[in-house]
């Protein structure tokens, strides 16, 4: 039964109660009703989650071109410089925002922002919060925000099942509430922030929300996805039999801390000019390297030689370790590489206008260019805030004048049998996501999983429930996830050829995935 208890004359939709949702319904509410739907409840989001802190210039001896730069050299040649360039200019003015919205970030005694040093950063620019606790801070600022919004209307519990179109548009969604059942919303605008996917791998430290069903709702609706084969591992998780892989944040590598193999050398040193904080993949499988260079491998990240309080500076790393018999102030912390950031994801232009009219995206389930083949540490929070602040503003211009329809632009109408994949369980599925297309990938791997993965479908049929849904999407993601590495024959970012172990030039592009198009439609930053 379709429940039709809440009616609105077609307000803006937004999905996700992250840094980039909360933000872009915040703007937009400043001019019209919104609707902002969470499958859970409104605190449940991966931001929350987020320690390090944001990156921006805020020093006068930093600059935008610097942060550019530094940015384009992570990303190894899959960026959009124009995208970036919007990033690190407006970086400043998205902070201030927050600020004024209620974050507050820590200062000195004098009353001045603390900036932290972070991986493939050329100068300090991170800004925190509770010293580990950034995320927390800005999702407990933006969530007081929109509750006392009169113009934006919560719906906690309320988990989107389609982005419905009508004549090439967006024209609304259905949903399923827990407490109505399922329901149908007309909308004409739908940004969607929905976050990561970092659930479709055994190891993550995603809470288990992520599971990437805003980037298959696009997908399905006809919008165009970019840059699928490139997921971010972070380098450093704790890793205890039995234990939640609870993230390391790398602003402790940043304070000094140093990665240390059983024999206690730092195995960094020779791997890269940056040593510990050098960018995140190849840090990741340097570590991993060491973890399987024998038997009983094992890894740590050693802190004792730090000069700040480390109950002070990371007090939710501190006491998290500390519950687990591990003081940091006296012994390494066993770490592994875990998935951590979905780079890919809904292509978007530099104002989130996705390539079906009416769907906008920000945050991590939108491609914007910012990150290309590897993201810069710290600049998740910072694009999140930058680009929903723009997509805002494109829905306010696109009020005035509908955008055209792009060509290509279609509903997915692909006819799939049945086949194995579609009865592997959700560990069946991560055990499998993890082993053949992680952080180390061959053809023969790619293909295997693919393999597994045959004739999963592409329309949800099972009764309703949160977990069939999630499982539903997470194994669409990782049929796209594998597809896009297998044709990318070579290693660049954050995806990895152990058969094809370096750059190649000619396949510096990013691969466009199309549900009505067989063959990649290919767009070179070269």
């Given at each position: 039964m379709v429940s039709s208890k809440r009616v609105y004359p077609t307000p803006v939709a937004v999905i996700g109660s992250g840094l980039a949702g909360l933000l872009a319904a915040t703007h937009v509410a400043q001019q019209q009703p919104v609707i902002l739907l969470t499958k859970?409840?409104?605190?449940?989001?991966?931001?929350?989650?987020?320690?390090?802190?944001?990156?921006?210039?805020?020093?006068?001896?930093?600059?935008?071109?610097?942060?550019?730069?530094?940015?384009?050299?992570?990303?190894?040649?899959?960026?959009?410089?124009?995208?970036?360039?919007?990033?690190?200019?407006?970086?400043?003015?998205?902070?201030?925002?927050?600020?004024?919205?209620?974050?507050?970030?820590?200062?000195?005694?004098?009353?001045?922002?603390?900036?932290?040093?972070?991986?493939?950063h050329s100068m300090p620019r991170i800004l925190h919060a509770g010293g580990d606790a950034t995320g927390a801070e800005i999702q407990r600022a933006l969530m007081t925000q929109a509750r006392q919004n009169p113009n934006i209307e919560i719906w906690e519990g309320a988990f989107v099942t389609e982005i419905v179109t009508k004549e090439g548009r967006v024209a609304g969604l259905r949903y399923h509430d827990e407490q109505t059942g399922e329901g149908f919303q007309e909308a004409s605008q739908v940004i969607l922030a929905t976050g990561g996917a970092g659930q479709v791998y055994r190891y993550t430290s995603n809470p288990e929300m992520a599971t990437g069903e805003g980037a298959v709702l696009a997908y399905l609706a006809g919008a165009e996805l970019?840059?699928?084969?490139?997921?971010?591992?972070?380098?450093?998780?704790?890793c205890l039999p039995n234990t939640p892989n609870f993230l390391i944040?790398?602003?402790?590598?940043?304070?000094?801390?140093?990665?240390?193999?059983?024999?206690?050398?730092?195995?960094?040193?020779?791997?890269?000019p940056l040593k510990d904080l050098a960018p995140r993949d190849i840090v990741a499988r340097a570590i991993t390297h060491e973890i399987f260079?024998?038997?009983?491998?094992?890894?740590?990240?050693?802190?004792?030689?730090?000069?700040?309080?480390?109950?002070?500076?990371?007090?939710?790393?501190?006491?998290?370790?500390?519950?687990?018999?591990?003081?940091?102030?006296?012994?390494?912390?066993?770490?592994?590489?875990?998935?951590?950031?979905?780079?890919?994801?809904?292509?978007?232009?530099?104002?989130?206008?996705?390539?079906?009219?009416?769907?906008?995206?920000?945050?991590?389930?939108?491609?914007?260019?910012?990150?290309?083949s590897n993201r810069l540490a710290s600049n998740s929070l910072l694009e999140g805030a930058v680009f929903a602040l723009r997509v805002g503003d494109a829905v306010f211009e696109d009020q005035k004048q509908k955008p055209e329809i792009w060509e290509r632009a279609c509903s997915f109408s692909g006819e799939y049998p049945e086949g194995e994949g579609n009865h592997l369980s959700a560990e069946q599925f991560r055990n499998l996501m993890w082993e053949n297309a992680g952080l180390i990938r061959t053809k023969e791997n790619l293909q295997e999983l693919l393999r597994q993965l045959a004739g999963i479908p592409y329309r949800f049929q099972e009764p309703f429930s949160a977990q069939n849904f999630e499982l539903f999407a997470m194994k669409i993601m990782g049929k796209l996830i594998a597809e896009a590495a297998l044709k990318r024959e070579e290693s660049r970012g954050g995806h990895y050829r152990l058969d094809f172990p370096l750059p190649r030039k000619e396949q510096c592009f990013s691969n466009t995935t199309h549900p009505c198009l067989s063959v990649a439609i290919n767009r070179d930053f070269s």
């Open positions: 859970r409840r409104l605190r449940d989001s991966n931001t929350k989650y987020s320690q390090g802190g944001i990156a921006a210039v805020w020093s006068d001896e930093d600059s935008p071109a610097q942060h550019t730069e530094d940015t384009l050299e992570a990303g190894a040649g899959l960026c959009d410089r124009k995208a970036v360039e919007v990033l690190t200019e407006n970086g400043k003015e998205a902070i201030l925002k927050l600020i004024e919205l209620g974050t507050n970030f820590d200062q000195d005694t004098q009353g001045r922002y603390l900036l932290g040093l972070e991986g493939a970019m840059d699928m084969e490139f997921f971010q591992f972070h380098p450093t998780a704790l944040s790398e602003a402790v590598r940043g304070e000094g801390a140093v990665l240390r193999n059983l024999e206690g050398e730092a195995f960094m040193e020779n791997q890269h260079k024998r038997q009983d491998g094992q890894v740590f990240l050693d802190a004792t030689g730090l000069d700040c309080d480390l109950e002070t500076r990371f007090p939710t790393i501190f006491r998290t370790c500390l519950q687990h018999g591990i003081d940091i102030r006296k012994e390494g912390i066993p770490i592994t590489p875990v998935a951590h950031y979905f780079m890919g994801g809904v292509s978007t232009d530099l104002w989130g206008r996705s390539s079906l009219p009416g769907l906008y995206a920000c945050g991590e389930v939108a491609r914007t260019g910012v990150h290309g």
